[in-house]
């Protein structure tokens, strides 16, 4: 053995010896032939586990490197995975040429890829297979280094999976063509929330050391890019297998550019996916020799052995290997009764009309039951209790130790005699083993004890909470992720009401449950169990599911919001408020806000429809805009008035999902385009189909019409690559255009008709020419995808969308979370919006005013933002799960967005973001004035008005000014507000004399200022400078020459003798008013320094900077104080969600509170949050704080007004 290998089995000797029982690791060791029966015999003898574990080493230590790597696998095996992982550094390592054991050509190397790949054991007798399992990985072979599929199809039960997982078990085939590993997933049947959690399962188990992200993907979408990402990344070369698929939607979730071997029923299922396809086809059955093969195997004969009865026996199985092992482990324990298990084939007397399978398999059906039959009556009923175990889940054995009462070696015991007779299956490869059913095996318990499915469902329940008690399971233990995902279940099934009621409306199961899944599953479970929870009323569960989807954005970052606190945002009549403030007020010691002002929200959606069964992909208005039409996976067409939601048709248009629809320009006609790769040509009024064109090979993703009216052209894009314009008029494709080497997601006419623009993602758009269909020119997006130190993001860039302003001169194109605006005539970036951090864009469309773009997310909402002046102007909430689509209407003046919750909401424009003018700017003051809270705000960039916070009331305003206001101030005695112009000019305004003073010498902008005692006045300004005014005779008493560049902020110590500023040149200065000197530079910053502020005891001074990092200095020395800690946050986000843009103590000095992307406190002593408030919008400019601390007011950049009070 290597000296490595030994120094890491003496380093670990003493763990290794604590934990490890013996017996089953060396069966794995004898098996691999590097343990011999005198050894193990030697190992036994020795009284205690610990002295069996100490001997087992001592012989390990003088065998060779094969016997490490042999125990090495056998601690995998057993589920000692944290001993491996001590052990795992030491692997010697392989040769090409490694040792193979000679019973079947597995190497350890074999072992140890395909047991961390979770690819499942054999089973318990296995005859080989050798025509198909080499034609399998014959087709693995010819998919070389390029993506592509292998499937390997066939009936139910004839085998598919173990064949696949026998042909994995090849050393040369996994060191040669796939050395990134083999990734091993079961799917069956989903719905789309349970494929997101095989999907969350994946990723964590392919990024167990989190190096991509800390929290779980929230969607689908984000899931594809997160799996992409780690394939490419951390598992190159590696083969992904996707074993019973039932779906082709389920396989586009998967469709990375990578390799991928597929078990299925269904022979056309990757028809949805693109790349190279091979398929194997599995014969339903065994082959009659084979059949012996396996009988002489379970009674241990040979064939020849075998009596008569066996060849009936086989040919009554039809072949199937599930069925012949399930006769074989009865005549193993039976070995007389050939005959009467024949004859029990044959009466055919377990005859039923299975309403809940897809198969009618008499022969399965009949086996079942003589093996059930044939378990002793206690048996019998730890069996049935699996009746009600989810499909194609792998059940931990906590669950069954919890649903039993029983220890594990105990619940090990009994389920391995149901493995021993073919009646369950074990999965070695966790920590610990999992368990499950064949779908068929399961299909025969719920059929057989239908009746009794309520009662096993509720027994479940009441084992759990008899376990866990008032507790929750936490993340450590093996059946925390059970509970969380099927807990719900069990409860529906056993129509446990109450149960199910104070499960799902509770918030600390929703913390629980979102800080490790997310959201969407949770979301899923209130639609699937609406009938169980709404039996008293449906209002309480739509005031969690809003909850939910209003928030989900924010139940998916890190570190994990306050759930109470966002509970308290919601409106007061709602259930989760209630909930919230009552736990609130439970919490000793923590800092809670109740947002007073909130009843100003109001819900901005027109009109909400739902036209149809499934996830609506698109919609679209008529030029008119009296229609819509939408379509969705539900593979309907629908059109219904834009006005009121009226249905006027409904079409069942494809054969797949409809991913695509668009009117024509003068309504005559509906085009769409579906996964099925037809596109489909309606008449919009009658709902007559008048053309279908099949000429794309692949998925057709997008159609979109020409915007003149007569000249019927229709552009179509799809995975195969090309883009084709269909003449209408004519009946046929009148060009195809080549160029894009990957799908191409999205096409659209420019308003004038000259261009069509296509994205793919191959990380390009491309432009072409309407009338000669050649291509203009092509726009590499993923030169605009950098890494920090300026590398290409090694990543390829999916294009998503893209949409043309109304001049056709530029077009606006989205990738990832980012929106780029290019000249369509020289190719230049004009520019760039990076939307979100959290999210990644579906869908964005151009407003006809050319400002304005809408933009779908994927965490359930829509943002309007202002291209020109790159703001977001409205954040639209509502919808229930992701969305998909946005487009504006022709006029701009409404829009349209469809989602995965079945829904169109239709939104006026003008509503949703009220002209800009009418909005709120961030730039204000507040004066806590006699119990009221006193706003001065800039209107319209013109105006200054005095606003009562409390009853949102306007109390006065000013006439318009001539030039814009930029900044402003309100004297505490509510006599005096000032107000800075662009123009360097300060005008002091008396409210009662009704009389300005204008304080004239700044030479650029004055950016604030703050009123003093004594009639003075402090402003900076962008020219560097700082002056202190006499606001009675308007002129500059004191003149600071601060900073070379733009001075930020300035405040003013409690005693009136210092005051700081902070700058952009990234330092801040604390003055002498007497001496006018600088009396400490304050150095470190690494970006703008925003904001200082004085504690009120006037020893300690806080700065913020544009990194979002706030420093604590002491004002009498200048020292360091210490950071206000930097939070570990989601990748690309920076800590304070933005800069820290304002900063204030509390009287005490032991808190601070911050603004920037949110409003944070914070404990001073410490530098720990203590809690954080989030916005609707963002880009929180100041926080003011009452004098007691109680009371706090800020504005977000959507102009929403926020008035918080301290619980």
Known sequence: MDVKSRNYLLLNRQALEKDIKTSYIMDHMIADQVLTLQEEEKVRQQNTQKERAAM?????????????????????????????????????????????????????????????????????????????????????????????????????????????????????????????????????KQDKAGLLIKLQNLCSRLDHDCTLSQRPPLNIEEAKDRLRLLMLRKYPRSLLVLDDIWDSWVLKAFDNQCQVLITSRDRSVTDAVAGKKYEIHVESGLAHEKGLEVLSLFVNKKITELPEQANCIVRECKGSPLVISLIGALLRDFPGRWEYYLKQLQNKQ?????????????????????????????????????????????????????????????????????????????DRNGKSFHYYLHDLQLDFLTEK?????????????????????????????????????????????????????????????????????????????????????????????????EFLSLNGHLLGRQPFPDIIQLGLCQPETSEVYQQAKLLAQQEAGVFYLEWINKKSMKNLSRLVVRPHRDAVYHACFSQDRQRIASCGADKTLQVFKAESGERLLEISAHDDEILCCSFS??????????????VKIWNSRTGQCMHVYEEHSEQVNCCQFNNRSGQYLLATCSNDTFIKLWDLNRNYCRNTMFGHVNSVNHCKFSPNDEYVASCSTDGTVKLWEVLSANELKTIEIKDFFKTADEQPDDVEILVKCCSWSGNSATVLVVAKNKLLLFDVKTSDLLKQIIVSHHSTIQYCDFCPGDEL????????????????????????????????????????SLFMTSSDDQTIRIWETDKVCKSSDAVLKSELDVVFHNG?????????????????????????????????????????????????????????????????????????????????????????????????????????EKDFACHGDTVLSCAVSPDGSKFSSASADKTAKIWSFESSSVLHELNGHEACVRCCTFSSNNKLLATG???????????????????????????????????????????????????????????????????????????????????????????????????????
């Open 665 to 678: 320009a003068d309504g005559t006609f509906v085009a769409t385009c579906s996964a099925d790769k037809k």
């Open 56 to 188: 087992l080493i001592n012989i390990l230590l003088k065998k060779d490197n094969n016997s490490y790597r042999s125990f090495y696998n056998a601690l995998l095996h057993e589920g000692y995975r944290d001993l491996a992982a001590l052990l795992q550094d030491g692997i010697p390592t392989i040769s090409s040429g490694s040792v193979k054991s000679s019973l079947d050509g597995m190497t350890s190397y074999v072992k140890t890829i395909l047991c961390e790949g979770g690819v499942p054991q054999r089973p318990v007798v296995f005859v080989t297979r050798p025509k198909l399992v080499d034609a399998i990985k014959e087709k693995l072979y010819c998919l070389q280094n390029d993506p592509g599929w292998v499937t390997v199809y066939g009936m139910a039960g004839c085998g598919k999976t173990v064949l696949t997982a026998e042909a994995l078990r090849d050393h040369q085939l996994l060191e040669g063509y796939f050395p990134g590993g083999v990734h091993w997933i079961s799917v069956g």
């Open 932 to 1036: 009221e809270v006193m706003i001065l705000a800039i209107y319209n960039q013109q105006h200054l008005q005095l606003i009562n916070g409390n009853t949102d009331s306007i109390i006065m305003q000013t006439e318009a000014q001539e030039s814009l206001i930029c900044c402003c101030c309100l004297s505490e005695d509510l006599k005096f507000a000032a107000f800075g112009q662009e123009n360097g000019t300060i005008k002091v305004w008396s409210w009662q004399l009704k009389e300005c003073v204008f304080l004239r010498g700044h030479k650029e902008a004055v950016k604030d200022f703050r009123l003093l005692e004594n009639s003075k006045l402090l402003s900076w300004s962008f020219d560097g400078t700082v002056k202190v005014w006499n606001i009675i005779t308007g002129k500059a």
């Open 1105 to 1207: 900077d544009d990194k979002g990092e706030i420093r604590i200095w002491y004002t009498l020395t200048g020292e360091l104080l210490h950071f206000c800690s930097p939070v570990t946050v989601d990748e690309g986000e920076p800590t304070h969600g933005g800069w820290v843009t304002d900063l204030s103590f509390s009287p005490d000095s032991k808190v601070l509170v911050s603004s920037g992307g949110y409003l944070k406190w914070w404990n001073v002593t410490t530098g720990e949050s203590l809690q954080t408030f989030y916005t609707n919008g963002t880009n929180l400019k100041s926080i003011h704080v009452s004098p007691n601390f109680k009371v706090y007011v800020t504005v977000d950049n959507l102009g929403i007004l926020y008035v918080l009070q301290k619980m």
């Open 449 to 545: 004890n239908r009746n009794q499915l309520q009662e096993l469902h509720k027994n479940i329940v009441n084992q759990y909470k008899k376990y866990y008690k008032l507790n929750m399971p936490i993340p450590s233990q093996e059946d925390c992720m059970y509970w969380y995902n099927f807990l719900a279940y069990h409860m529906a099934g056993a129509n446990m009401q109450k149960e199910l009621c104070d499960l799902m409306f509770s918030l600390d199961w929703i913390k629980a449950k979102t800080e490790l899944v997310g959201p969407a599953h949770l979301i899923h479970e209130y639609v699937e169990y609406s009938s169980v929870l709404d039996q008293k009323g449906s209002i309480v569960r739509e005031n969690f599911q």
């Open 853 to 892: 773009v809408a933009v779908a997310l994927s965490h359930c909402s829509v943002e309007l933002w202002n291209i020109k002046s790159l703001s977001k102007v409205a954040d639209c909430r509502g919808h229930m799960s992701w969305v998909h689509c946005v487009t504006f209407s022709p006029d701009g």
């Open 350 to 426: 377990f005859k039923r009309i299975r309403k809940s399978s897809s198969y009618d398999y008499e022969a399965l059906d009949e086996a079942m039951s003589i093996s059930v039959e044939q378990l002793n009556e206690n048996f019998k009923d730890y069996y049935k209790d699996l009746s009600i175990l989810p499909k194609d889940v792998k059940v931990p054995t906590k669950v069954l130790c919890i649903l039993w009462d029983m220890e594990t070696e105990e619940v090990e015991d009994i389920l391995q005699e149901f493995v021993n007779k073919s009646l369950l299956f074990c």
